[in-house]
């Protein structure tokens, strides 16, 4: 089956860079304009991931959301829901403003984990770790006894990967050959109370993926090329192993105050905090 | 509806599950099915569409969100394996991952109740009270190995998420005649009229239940017997009518008592504040049960044939 309804778009690594920048600019003013807790740490995290994926990697049509052809996200890691929605309104599906100002009201769409109930945009209900990367599975079994040529992407916190489901969907992707999967992991070495080597030692950890017979990449999950290059070396969905991208990242990029920060699991902005936070991530982005 | 049971046929509720979902695999194209490793039940499907069969081995839990996964994208899943497992390993990918979303999966399995001999780790005695407590789903306890033929098909029109218990499943009795009767998913079965007492049942326990019935009539005691075979959503109206026709209840359930059947009917009486002249839950005390024969366990526990003649006496003793 040849997918001709879908594109990716055509954009360069620079226009990426810049769109990210857009998504952390954002994240930071939501974290801002709302009183309550938002997991700002895991959301830098891995907002140049979810810019790689839906401002260049994935097959989706925001004005046509149930298109079969689509390319599937599921967020595994679901606490980064922000990072999600925000990313999904860069790309077209949602607006930005509405998401600021409804964001974890009273029959709001959009809260701390994402509800396919609410939200029809986002292909899936997650949030208990452990638990998106199987449902991302049994699409992507969907998808493969259909002949389908779209994929299956999803991404999980490398302190997730201590659920035994991870592991059993891991074992089901392989042994049902589906090429079709991509599970990006956000290997950022924390948890929300320690540093995760600290308390459960994952190391080595790219070995324990291929061990289970998958394919497997390392990359800097904050650089952009590298990005953009581990989605264009990605095997055709038909292939028969499913591919995990380790993307080394870290907990708060680009906020000096919150990397590496246990502090910033998941906190509010005060109006302070937040220029001091913008000031950081726009110096950091001139370093780079 | 007069009695039209017999106990002399014997098949297995495995058997008819297999049978049906071959014949419904036909029908639908979009039916799956998967097993974490207890496939036997499974083998008609399995070799008449391999590309929607999955055994995921021993893995409850991914057999439970793969369902999902699938559910997703516009299947129908059935889930089979052994319930103690997929209704408490599995507990919370079943409700985020199924009942959550609203997905139409069935889980369906063997080892309701003190059932097989295997010890309390292989006992499925809370499921009926964990499964009923989470939103959306539907739960039915199969009391006649061709009804999981029955439920089964009408579950392919069912929008959301339904879990379906047998016993043991090798060597049911056959009570109904399916030519004769037509059931629904949420509504009670009378299986047997009665004027002096409602014995309410589900699952294995309708067997004693009817033979309790029978030899009570001959003391002149009549005690009506409702197959509650859909714990939920419960059939208030058959609860309401036989509180008013009857006044008397006695539950009879292969399940902890708490949290069973006589759970969602205390629920019913106190919602709808009926008021009962006698009211007895017959089942499994707050014990692990151990190993045992079946029928010498329910003895052991207090819900065995004499311990439900006991009760009906009782009621019909009560005032």
């Given at each position: 089956m040849t997918t001709t309804t879908i594109r990716r778009p055509d954009v360069s690594v620079e226009e990426l860079e810049d769109l990210s920048y857009e998504l952390k600019v954002k994240l930071l003013k939501l974290c801002g304009s709302y009183s309550g807790s938002v997991h700002i740490g895991g959301d830098l995290s891995v907002a140049d991931m979810f810019t790689a994926l839906f401002q260049y990697g994935m097959r989706v049509d925001p004005s046509d959301i149930a298109n079969p052809e689509r390319d599937r996200f599921v967020l595994s890691k679901g606490h980064a829901a922000v990072a999600m929605?925000?990313?999904?309104?860069?790309?077209g599906f949602f607006d930005y403003d509405e998401i600021v100002r409804t964001y974890g009201q009273l029959d709001s769409a959009y809260g701390m984990h994402p509800c396919k109930v609410q939200l029809p945009g986002v292909e899936a209900s997650t949030g208990s770790l452990g638990h998106g990367m199987p449902i991302a599975t049994g699409m992507a079994l969907h998808g493969k006894q259909a002949g389908?040529?779209?994929?299956?992407?999803?991404?999980?916190?490398?302190?997730?990967?201590?659920?035994?489901?991870?592991?059993?969907?891991?074992?089901?992707?392989?042994?049902?050959?589906?090429?079709?999967?991509?599970?990006?992991?956000?290997?950022?070495?924390?948890?929300?109370?320690?540093?995760?080597?600290?308390r459960v030692v994952l190391e080595p950890y790219v070995e324990k993926w291929a061990a289970f017979g998958w394919n497997v990449m390392e990359i800097d999950g904050h650089n952009m090329s590298e990005l953009v290059g581990a989605i264009d070396a990605l095997p055709p969905a038909d292939s028969n192993r499913p591919t995990a991208i380790i993307c080394h990242t870290v907990k708060g990029k680009g906020v000096d105050f919150m990397e590496k920060n246990i502090g910033w699991h998941a906190g509010s902005l005060s109006q302070a905090d937040l220029e001091r936070a913008l000031a950081s991530l726009a110096a950091s982005r001139k370093e780079s | 509806m007069t009695e039209t049971m017999n106990f002399d046929e014997i098949i297995s509720s495995r058997s008819v599950t297999g049978q049906t979902l071959k014949e419904l695999g036909d029908q639908y194209p979009n039916l799956w099915a998967i097993t974490p490793d207890i496939g036997a039940t499974l083998v008609e499907f399995r070799e008449a569409?391999?590309?929607?069969?999955?055994?995921?081995?021993?893995?409850?839990q991914v057999s439970v969100s793969l369902a999902s996964g699938l559910a997703y994208e516009g299947n129908i899943v059935v889930v089979s394996g052994m319930l103690p497992f997929l209704s408490m390993r599995a507990l919370e990918q079943v409700r985020s991952d199924v009942c959550y979303p609203n997905l139409p999966v069935r889980i369906i399995g063997t080892h309701g109740g003190l059932q097989g001999n295997g010890g309390s780790t292989h006992y499925a005695v809370e499921d009926l009270g964990l499964m009923s407590s989470l939103v959306n789903m539907t739960v039915v306890s199969i009391s006649d190995p061709n009804m999981v033929n029955e439920v089964l098909k009408q579950s392919?029109?069912?929008?959301?998420?339904?879990?379906?218990?047998?016993?043991?499943?090798k060597k049911d009795t056959v009570v109904y005649d399916f030519e004769q009767r037509q059931i629904q998913i949420g509504k009670a079965i009378v299986a047997r009229e009665g004027e002096d007492i409602t014995l309410f049942t589900h699952g294995e326990m309708l067997v004693q239940s009817i033979q309790a019935a029978r030899q009570l009539e001959k003391e002149g005691i009549s005690v009506r017997v409702v197959d509650m075979f859909t714990i939920k959503p419960i059939d208030v109206e058959m609860i309401r009518r036989c509180a008013t026709e009857t006044g008397k209840f006695v539950v009879l359930e292969d399940h902890l008592k708490m949290s069973g059947l006589a759970q969602a009917i205390s629920n019913v009486l106190a919602d709808e504040g009926i008021h009962l002249n006698f009211f007895k839950r017959l089942g499994i005390p707050q014990v692990y049960a151990g190993f045992g024969e079946d029928e010498d366990l329910r003895n052991k526990h207090g819900y065995g044939m004499q311990d439900t003649l006991v009760a009906l006496r009782e009621a019909a003793a009560a005032h």
């Open positions: 929605y925000i990313a999904m309104s860069i790309r389908a040529d779209h994929r299956v992407f999803t991404i999980v916190g490398d302190g997730e990967t201590g659920e035994g489901s991870i592991w059993e969907a891991a074992l089901a992707a392989r042994s049902n050959e589906l090429g079709n999967l991509v599970v990006l992991v956000d290997r950022n070495h924390q948890l929300m109370t320690s540093m995760s080597e600290d | 569409f391999p590309d929607r069969f999955v055994d995921v081995g021993l893995s409850e392919m029109s069912y929008p959301g998420p339904m879990y379906i218990r047998t016993g043991v499943g």
